[in-house]
Structure formats: structure tokens, C-alpha cells
């Protein structure tokens, strides 16, 4: 038994495990940086940035993930190359589009042909970081947009009355009372986040689910020195557990982070921290 | 073939009106437009649908995570947990097994194993949990006042929460109960990718999607004609929470900017 | 990319500079999941008859070759894409994706598409329930036969759903469906089998003609000394040459 689980193929899923870990670790950084610039673009005096990131909160948060996913990384892939390819190939005379083919020259080529495999490997991650980055990042900016609008109006007016520049006002006082009002939001789109990753197999990783699906189906004897019969029911049990295993630590993670967000604000959660010491 | 001709032949394609078979060669930018169109049918269906009935249970489910009687309290709290703390893939998986093994123990179950009955049935329990968390948050910020002036008036029981409690609760939960909605409307594209099998061609938006993409080997014209379909989709159901919105908020002053909801819930 | 690197590259008799279409490294793209054509073996590699294949024709072909698993979707996209340069995945030559990309001459016969039923099924091809895998050549098939198709994500789940009787009958590549067959007791061949695709071939950028005439030569070769048709044998794909 022991040793159907320590097969080499086996250790593909592990390893995968800890992948869709790094991955979301680095991701969610990702994303809050993208929302915090479509929030403060969406909110900017300048009517066209405004628009810029009303648009990007709008467009990319009516799109289900799955149908973004389908095509954006190719997109992506396919632009970066382009880029590159203006840039470092500048006396190149063929088209780039040729037929149904996407042709850049060799030395644009991301990552280059020759590269080690582990240079594919972490291309691949970042583009499905940046992905799922700009994805969640709309949503992220919509949480963070509305969160800048709930603070207070008379902490700004009071900044402002103390002769604070704008900029100041903004991020000394805005910033950071608004993690406060945005933390549920955040917390959810946490939770949205770590149940978007059976998806990751679209943008080029092979996630847990994946491989669940991959070991659990039927070996034949003949293809495996390990056969058996449709155990995908016991795999995704696993991955259950491990899901809501998950969830469940976050949920306390982020319990202790709001409590601690909460100390000193004025609001309904602060003022009863206030009168319970 | 000209638009007119596509679209008769291919706008109820996917409930299985019109012509039997998909469009093989020559495709052009009409046939892929009505026939992922016609998917949206189902993404329609199954979003609308999974809402209203979940909407329901979801209102019990947050009663009973705020009783004090555990034997409401523990259920509830374990059946938002495990819905909303596991990815609706897996839960479909699950289902999908489910509902074949009870088909064969009992044959009132045999359509569950369809689509259109078994999808539908994951999609209600999962939006009933992720509404019943927001409703469950709701409920404990309805302002004490409110109950106790309604105590004051001598309202009690069913009619407290029916006049009462229930409506502000409706107030404080709608602006996240409207990103539930637009999550559930884009969970539903899951159907037929990961859960269920899809019968003669038969699918919703993303099947016809995917099956031009396959045909076409181009991505680039499919999929962005079903995210302009999602995003119309979005911009509709916006607009009608937004209405429903003004109505459960009618009665407050309008002048004073009502103190703008957080987006608190999503997934 | 989707791409990820499963494997070391493959040997490669390269002296240097013996370059198709100025690829230092050719990319050889397959699914990974469909035996015996190519699967993950418990080590983690790629296997199966292409992979014996493909290390070959690379060593014939004097190129340096590594493998890379791509989901079977968006395989064709991603190679017009430039992620990787070659597929070797059991890709049946059709006219359709001839249109999109070039093959290189087929290192198989026509494969023919089979039926695999519940023992003692008294099977109608043309009326029943047939399960198939969603976007194949063989859902396509059963769509313009009459009878009456049932999509499955993969190819896994067509078996069961015969198994626990969703479907009458399961259609797909004899190749894949000979072990399946042959291990399960309840399972078994019906009705007759339909030839639907051409034979397999790889897969190639339309621009890339240099390589295409490479591993189309290096094919030649193999079929010219019989060490093809001893790989057909031995990974039972059907007919040799």
C-alpha cells in the first residue's frame, strides 16, 4: 500500500501541493498590488486613468475566471514575445503572423528554446501568477475602492483642515484606516483565491486536482508496475480534506488579523475591544 | 448561409431545438456568436434558478447558525463550512458519484444524474451556503434598536422577523448577496467543463465555446465573444439587484447618502 | 507557458551544429495521459510508444530533443504559439487541423475507432447511447451517426459511464481501448469498428517546413529498416508497415 503512494509519479502530486502553496503565497501579494493600483486608479482625478481602472474592475470581474483563463495566458505569452521581439530583433523581415503561426525570431523566443528546463518551468509560474494576479487584482480593487469610500469622511476633512497635502492625507490617513473595512473583503477573496486553483491546470500548471485525477484514475497492469482500479473517489477525498483544511486555518488567521486591525478604530468592533479592557 | 438563416437553425440549439447537427466547417464570426449565445441559455437557467431556491434555504441556514440551540447551530455551521471551504469542482465530482450510486439503489434519482437536475441541485446548496454566511453576517448587525423597538410595539415572533428583523437583514446583506449572485452566474460555466456529462451536443456557453476552439484551433475568437456574453450577463444582473436595492432601501432618507454597504462577500 | 518539463532531454547524437530550421533544442509536445501512446510512468516521465518513438527520431534527426506534457485542449494553440515545436501525441492526421498546422508523414496505420460495450450488450451503433470524450474525432462521429452521444471531460469517465450503465457503448481508438479491454472481465468489443482519422503523424508549425522534412525523413528511415513496425508490435498500436 505504502508503496503506491511513494511512486515517482507520486511524488508529482506532492510536489504539486507545494506549488499551488508557493503559488498562492506569491499571488496574493500580487494581487492586492494590482488592486490597490486599479482602486487608486478607478478613484484618480484624471478622467481617463479613472476610467482605465473602472474599466479593468468592470470588464475583468464580469468575466467567469475559467473563460479568462482559456485565452489570456496565450495573449500573454504571445506579447511579451511580440515585445521582446521589437526589441531585440529590430532587422527582422518576416512577419510575425504567418498563417496561424506566431513566429518572433529565435533570440526572442520567452524563455529562449536552449534554456534549462527549470528557466520553462518558472516562466511558466509567473505567467499563471500574473494571471491569476490581474484576475483576483479586479477584484481585489473593487473590495479596496469600496474600503477607501467607508472611511470616515471627517478623518479626511480633519487631515485636510491640519494642512495636509493631498498625497498626505492619502496615505497617512486613508491607507491605513481603509485595511480595516477592507479586510472582510480581502478575506473572502483569499478564500475565492486558494478554490480557484483546480484551475490551474488551464494556465500550464499541473495542480493537485490534476493529479488527482491523473493517479486515481484506472492503471492498467500493463502501463504500471502499480495497477488498480478507478480510485479517483479516494484522491479527491483527500483533496477535500486538504481544502477545507485549508480554509479552516485561514479562517483563523485572518480572525487574529482582523482582531488586531480592529485595536484603536473607531468602529463598532473597536470600540467594543475598548470597552472590554 | 446568411446571419438570419444561422440564428434560426442554431439559437435554441442548445435545449435541442433546431438543427441536430453543429455547424463542421466554415464557420463564421454569426455561427459562433448564436450558438454560444444559445449556451448562455443554460447558464441562464441553471444561475437564475440555483438563486431563487437557494435563496430560501439560505435564510434558514443563517437562522440556524445564529440559534442558540446547537442542534440548529452545529448542522448549519458545518454544512456552510464544508460548501463553502471546498472548490465546486470537487463538489460536483462528488455529486456526479453520489447520484449514480443512489440511481442504482432507487430509481426516483435517475435524473439527477442529468445536468439539468444534478448540477442544479450542487449549484443550490453551494450558493445556499456562501448566502447563508452573508445573511448569517447580516443578521447580527441588525441594529438592537430596531428589535427593541419593535418589542416596544409588541411585535413578537414570526411577525418580528417577517416585519423586522428579516427585511433589514435583506437591507445589510444585499450589496455582497449581489457579488454571490454574479459569482454563482460564473460558477455555473463549471457544469459541463469538469461535473456533468453533456448529452447530444447539448451545452451552455462554454461547451459551444470550447468546441469552436477546438474546431477553429484559435482561442482568441471564441472565448472573448463568451466573456462579452458574461460581462452583458454581470451588467444585467447589476442592475437588477441594484433596483431591488432601491426598494428594500426606500424607506430610508435619500438625501443623507445612505452609508454605503461594504462589499464584504465573495467568492 | 502550459508547458512544464517533465523529463531530462532526450539523448542526442548532435555533433554540434546539425540544427533543423536553426532549433538548438527541438520541443516535443505531448498529452501525457493516453496509453500506450504517451503516459506518465511511476517515475514521473513520459513513456509509451512516442516517447520511445520521438527519442529516436531525434537521435535519426541529429537533433537534441526535450518533452514537455501540454493539456490536449489547447495543445494545437500552443504549438502555432511557438512553446513548443513538435506534437507527438497520438494526433490523427484530419484535414481540419491540416488546414492549421503541417504533419509529418504517419508513423501508424489508420487507427480504427471501437466500440467497447458491457458483455452480452446487444449494441445499436446507430440508435443507443454512446459515450465518447468531449472535442474528439469520435463524439464528432456519433453526433452525424444518429445515435444518441454523451460527452465525458475524459476519457476515464467514458468507461465508467458503461460501466454503470450511462452509456451503451464507449467509442474510441482501438489502441486505447486493447489493454482496457483485455484487463477487464465485463467489458468487451461490439458492433463493428469504424475507420474515422487518418493515421498519426506529427504535428508541426506550418513555417517550420526545415523540421517537418526532418522527422518526416527520420520516419522513412525507420519504416525503410522495420525498427517502426518492431515499436507498433511492441506497444500493440495496430498495424504495422
Not at chain 1, 247 to 260: A, C
Not at chain 3, 189 to 213: N, P, Q, Y
Request: charged share 15%; aromatic share 14%.
Amino acid at each position: 500500500m505504502i508503496c503506491y503512494l511513494t511512486t515517482g509519479k507520486h511524488m508529482a502530486i506532492y510536489t504539486a501541493v507545494a506549488t499551488v502553496l508557493i503559488l498562492l503565497a506569491v499571488t496574493a501579494p500580487t494581487a492586492l498590488a494590482f488592486g490597490f493600483a486599479g482602486a487608486m486608479a478607478a478613484r484618480a482625478r484624471f478622467i481617463p486613468l479613472q476610467w482605465l481602472g473602472r474599466a479593468y474592475i468592470a470588464i475583468v470581474r464580469g468575466v467567469p475566471d475559467i473563460a479568462f483563463f482559456l485565452f489570456f495566458v496565450i495573449a500573454l505569452d504571445q506579447g511579451f514575445e511580440w515585445l521582446r521581439h521589437k526589441w531585440s530583433c529590430p532587422d527582422w523581415d518576416q512577419p510575425i503572423r504567418q498563417g496561424n503561426d506566431f513566429v518572433v525570431c529565435d533570440a526572442a523566443k520567452l524563455p529562449l528554446n536552449s534554456a534549462p528546463q527549470w528557466i520553462h518551468e518558472s516562466y511558466g509560474f509567473a505567467l499563471a501568477v500574473l494571471t491569476f494576479a490581474i484576475v483576483f487584482g479586479a477584484f481585489a480593487a473593487n473590495v479596496l475602492f469600496g474600503a477607501m469610500r467607508a472611511v470616515p469622511k471627517a478623518q479626511l476633512e480633519t487631515a485636510a483642515a491640519y494642512g495636509m497635502t493631498q498625497r498626505q492625507t492619502f496615505w497617512r490617513i486613508l491607507v491605513p484606516q481603509m485595511w480595516v473595512f477592507a479586510l472582510p473583503g480581502l478575506s473572502n477573496l483569499w478564500m475565492v483565491l486558494i478554490k480557484a486553483t483546480p484551475l490551474l491546470f488551464l494556465l500550464g500548471i499541473e495542480d493537485i486536482v490534476y493529479w488527482a485525477q491523473e493517479l486515481g484514475g484506472t492503471k492498467n497492469p500493463r502501463f504500471t508496475d502499480y495497477p488498480h482500479p478507478d480510485w479517483r473517489m479516494w484522491y479527491f477525498l483527500a483533496l477535500l480534506v486538504f481544502y477545507l483544511g485549508f480554509t479552516w486555518v485561514s479562517e483563523r488567521v485572518l480572525d487574529r488579523i482582523m482582531l488586531r486591525l480592529t485595536r484603536g478604530q473607531a468602529t463598532l468592533g473597536g470600540d467594543a475591544q475598548r470597552t472590554a479592557a | 448561409m446568411s446571419c438570419a438563416e444561422i440564428f434560426a437553425d442554431y439559437a435554441l440549439r442548445s435545449i435541442g431545438i433546431g438543427e441536430r447537427l453543429l455547424p463542421r466547417d466554415n464557420f463564421t464570426l454569426c455561427h459562433q456568436v448564436v450558438l454560444i449565445g444559445s449556451g448562455l441559455l443554460w447558464n441562464i437557467y441553471f444561475g437564475t434558478l440555483a438563486l431563487l431556491s437557494g435563496f430560501f434555504l439560505a435564510t434558514a441556514i443563517a437562522l440556524g447558525k445564529a440559534s442558540k440551540t446547537p442542534a440548529f447551530r452545529l448542522p448549519a455551521t458545518w454544512f456552510i463550512f464544508v460548501f463553502r471551504g471546498s472548490p465546486l469542482f470537487i463538489q460536483f465530482f462528488f455529486a456526479y458519484f453520489l447520484f449514480l450510486s443512489l440511481k442504482q439503489i432507487l430509481p426516483v434519482f435517475a435524473p439527477f444524474t442529468a445536468a439539468w437536475l444534478g448540477a442544479l441541485t450542487v449549484l443550490f446548496l453551494n450558493t445556499a451556503a456562501y448566502s447563508a454566511e452573508i445573511f448569517y453576517g447580516a443578521l447580527l448587525s441588525v441594529p438592537k434598536g430596531d428589535l427593541d423597538a419593535a418589542d416596544a410595539f409588541g411585535f413578537s415572533g414570526w411577525r418580528k422577523f417577517r416585519r423586522i428583523t428579516w427585511p433589514t437583514m435583506l437591507r445589510l446583506a444585499w450589496p455582497a448577496y449581489t457579488n454571490e449572485a454574479i459569482f454563482l452566474f460564473h460558477a455555473t460555466t463549471l457544469v459541463y467543463f469538469s461535473g456533468f456529462p453533456a448529452w447530444q451536443q447539448r451545452g451552455d456557453a462554454l461547451y459551444y465555446a470550447r468546441y469552436f476552439a477546438d474546431k477553429t484551433f484559435n482561442p482568441f475568437v471564441p472565448y472573448p465573444i463568451l466573456a462579452a456574453y458574461f460581462v452583458l450577463l454581470t451588467l444585467v444582473i447589476i442592475a437588477i439587484f441594484g433596483r431591488m436595492n432601491t426598494r428594500l432601501n426606500r424607506h430610508l432618507p435619500q438625501d443623507t447618502h445612505p452609508k454605503r454597504p461594504r462589499m464584504t462577500m465573495m467568492r | 507557458m502550459k508547458t512544464i518539463l517533465i523529463t531530462t532531454a532526450a539523448l542526442a547524437l548532435t555533433a554540434g551544429t546539425a540544427f533543423a530550421g536553426g532549433h538548438s533544442v527541438v520541443r516535443l509536445g505531448t498529452e501525457g495521459a493516453y496509453p500506450p501512446y504517451n503516459f506518465i510512468n511511476d517515475a514521473g516521465e513520459v513513456d509509451g510508444f512516442e516517447r520511445e518513438l520521438g527519442d529516436e527520431l531525434c537521435a535519426r534527426a541529429e537533433l537534441e530533443c526535450t518533452w514537455v506534457t501540454n493539456d490536449w485542449d489547447s495543445i494545437i494553440p500552443n504549438l502555432v504559439s511557438g512553446n513548443y515545436d513538435a506534437i507527438i501525441a497520438g494526433m490523427s492526421v484530419t484535414d481540419e487541423r491540416d488546414e492549421v498546422i503541417d504533419f509529418t508523414t504517419n508513423y501508424t496505420q489508420p487507427d480504427p475507432s471501437v466500440y467497447l460495450a458491457m458483455d452480452g450488450m446487444d449494441l445499436d451503433v446507430s440508435a443507443g447511447v454512446i459515450a465518447a470524450q468531449s472535442n474528439t474525432i469520435q463524439s464528432a462521429y456519433i453526433a452525424s451517426s444518429g445515435a444518441t452521444l454523451v460527452e465525458f471531460a475524459t476519457p476515464e469517465e467514458t468507461i465508467s459511464a458503461v460501466r454503470n450503465g450511462e452509456a451503451d457503448a464507449v467509442l474510441a481508438d482501438r489502441a486505447y481501448l486493447l489493454p482496457i479491454a483485455d484487463e477487464s472481465a465485463d467489458l468487451s468489443f461490439a458492433g463493428e469498428s469504424v475507420f474515422i482519422g487518418g493515421g498519426v503523424g506529427m504535428g508541426i508549425r506550418e513555417s517550420d517546413t526545415d523540421l517537418r522534412d526532418a522527422f518526416s525523413a527520420a520516419i522513412d528511415s525507420m519504416k525503410a529498416d522495420g525498427s517502426l513496425n518492431a515499436l507498433i508490435a511492441k506497444w500493440e498500436i495496430g498495424e504495422g508497415f
